[in-house]
Nanobody
Protein backbone atom coordinates (compact mmCIF):
# COMPACT_ATOMS: atom_id res chain seq x y z
CA UNK A 1 0.00 0.00 0.00
CA UNK A 2 1.34 3.41 -1.01
CA UNK A 3 1.55 5.64 2.01
CA UNK A 4 3.20 8.68 3.55
CA UNK A 5 2.80 8.97 7.30
CA UNK A 6 3.76 12.13 9.18
CA UNK A 7 4.57 12.24 12.89
CA UNK A 8 6.19 14.55 15.41
CA UNK A 9 3.67 17.35 15.58
CA UNK A 10 2.38 18.81 18.82
CA UNK A 11 2.12 21.86 21.02
CA UNK A 12 5.24 23.93 21.56
CA UNK A 13 5.95 27.37 23.03
CA UNK A 14 7.23 30.20 20.85
CA UNK A 15 10.95 29.85 20.35
CA UNK A 16 10.80 26.09 20.75
CA UNK A 17 11.63 23.28 18.35
CA UNK A 18 9.96 20.28 16.79
CA UNK A 19 11.14 17.59 14.41
CA UNK A 20 8.62 16.20 11.96
CA UNK A 21 9.08 12.84 10.27
CA UNK A 22 7.50 11.46 7.13
CA UNK A 23 7.76 7.70 6.62
CA UNK A 24 7.16 6.31 3.14
CA UNK A 25 5.93 2.84 2.28
CA UNK A 26 4.85 1.06 -0.87
CA UNK A 27 7.05 3.03 -3.27
CA UNK A 28 10.70 3.91 -3.84
CA UNK A 29 11.36 7.13 -1.96
CA UNK A 30 14.44 8.12 -3.95
CA UNK A 31 12.41 8.25 -7.15
CA UNK A 32 10.94 11.52 -5.85
CA UNK A 33 11.80 14.94 -4.60
CA UNK A 34 10.03 15.40 -1.29
CA UNK A 35 8.24 18.45 0.01
CA UNK A 36 6.65 19.76 3.15
CA UNK A 37 3.55 21.90 2.90
CA UNK A 38 1.43 23.49 5.59
CA UNK A 39 -2.09 24.80 5.87
CA UNK A 40 -3.27 27.15 8.59
CA UNK A 41 -6.97 27.63 9.42
CA UNK A 42 -8.65 29.81 6.81
CA UNK A 43 -5.55 29.94 4.60
CA UNK A 44 -4.41 28.20 1.45
CA UNK A 45 -1.90 25.38 1.58
CA UNK A 46 1.63 26.73 1.12
CA UNK A 47 4.94 25.14 0.27
CA UNK A 48 7.43 25.13 3.15
CA UNK A 49 10.43 23.18 1.95
CA UNK A 50 11.71 20.80 -0.71
CA UNK A 51 14.58 18.32 -0.95
CA UNK A 52 15.88 16.69 -4.11
CA UNK A 53 16.00 12.97 -4.74
CA UNK A 54 19.53 12.50 -3.45
CA UNK A 55 19.26 15.15 -0.75
CA UNK A 56 21.78 17.46 -2.39
CA UNK A 57 19.34 20.22 -3.30
CA UNK A 58 17.04 21.99 -0.87
CA UNK A 59 14.74 24.97 -1.03
CA UNK A 60 12.69 26.86 1.53
CA UNK A 61 9.92 29.39 1.71
CA UNK A 62 11.26 32.78 2.76
CA UNK A 63 9.13 32.65 5.92
CA UNK A 64 11.03 29.63 7.26
CA UNK A 65 14.49 29.94 5.70
CA UNK A 66 17.17 29.89 8.40
CA UNK A 67 14.82 28.32 10.95
CA UNK A 68 13.73 25.06 9.28
CA UNK A 69 15.94 22.31 7.87
CA UNK A 70 14.75 19.53 5.59
CA UNK A 71 16.64 16.24 5.29
CA UNK A 72 16.05 12.72 4.09
CA UNK A 73 17.29 9.19 4.68
CA UNK A 74 16.48 7.15 1.58
CA UNK A 75 17.65 3.92 3.19
CA UNK A 76 15.16 4.46 6.02
CA UNK A 77 12.57 5.85 3.56
CA UNK A 78 12.03 8.85 5.81
CA UNK A 79 12.04 12.60 5.33
CA UNK A 80 12.49 15.04 8.20
CA UNK A 81 11.72 18.68 8.92
CA UNK A 82 13.63 20.20 11.83
CA UNK A 83 11.82 23.33 12.95
CA UNK A 84 13.59 25.75 15.27
CA UNK A 85 12.70 29.18 16.64
CA UNK A 86 9.04 28.44 16.11
CA UNK A 87 6.57 31.31 15.94
CA UNK A 88 2.80 31.39 16.46
CA UNK A 89 2.40 31.98 12.72
CA UNK A 90 3.96 28.55 12.10
CA UNK A 91 0.81 26.98 13.54
CA UNK A 92 -0.70 24.76 10.84
CA UNK A 93 -1.26 21.20 9.70
CA UNK A 94 1.97 20.05 8.08
CA UNK A 95 1.88 17.63 5.16
CA UNK A 96 4.63 15.78 3.37
CA UNK A 97 4.35 14.97 -0.31
CA UNK A 98 6.23 13.06 -3.01
CA UNK A 99 6.64 15.26 -6.07
CA UNK A 100 7.97 15.02 -9.58
CA UNK A 101 10.57 17.40 -10.89
CA UNK A 102 12.98 19.69 -9.11
CA UNK A 103 12.82 21.95 -6.07
CA UNK A 104 13.37 25.11 -8.10
CA UNK A 105 11.51 27.18 -10.69
CA UNK A 106 8.30 25.58 -11.95
CA UNK A 107 8.92 22.59 -9.70
CA UNK A 108 8.73 24.84 -6.66
CA UNK A 109 5.83 27.06 -7.74
CA UNK A 110 3.68 24.44 -9.47
CA UNK A 111 4.63 21.03 -8.12
CA UNK A 112 3.19 17.81 -9.47
CA UNK A 113 2.29 15.85 -6.36
CA UNK A 114 2.00 12.10 -6.68
CA UNK A 115 1.44 11.22 -3.02
CA UNK A 116 0.22 13.14 0.02
CA UNK A 117 0.45 12.31 3.67
CA UNK A 118 -2.45 12.79 6.07
CA UNK A 119 -0.86 15.66 7.96
CA UNK A 120 0.30 16.39 11.49
CA UNK A 121 -0.81 19.34 13.61
CA UNK A 122 1.78 21.83 14.84
CA UNK A 123 0.59 24.43 17.34
CA UNK A 124 2.90 27.18 18.57
CA UNK A 125 1.40 28.93 21.57
CA UNK A 126 2.28 30.07 25.06
Amino acid sequence: QLQLAESGGGLVQPGGSLRLSCAASGFTLDDYAMRWFRQAPGKEREGVSCIGRSGGATNYASSVRGRFTISRDNAQKTVYLQMNSLKPEDTAVYYCAAVQGSCYGPGWHNPTVDYWGQGTQVTVSS
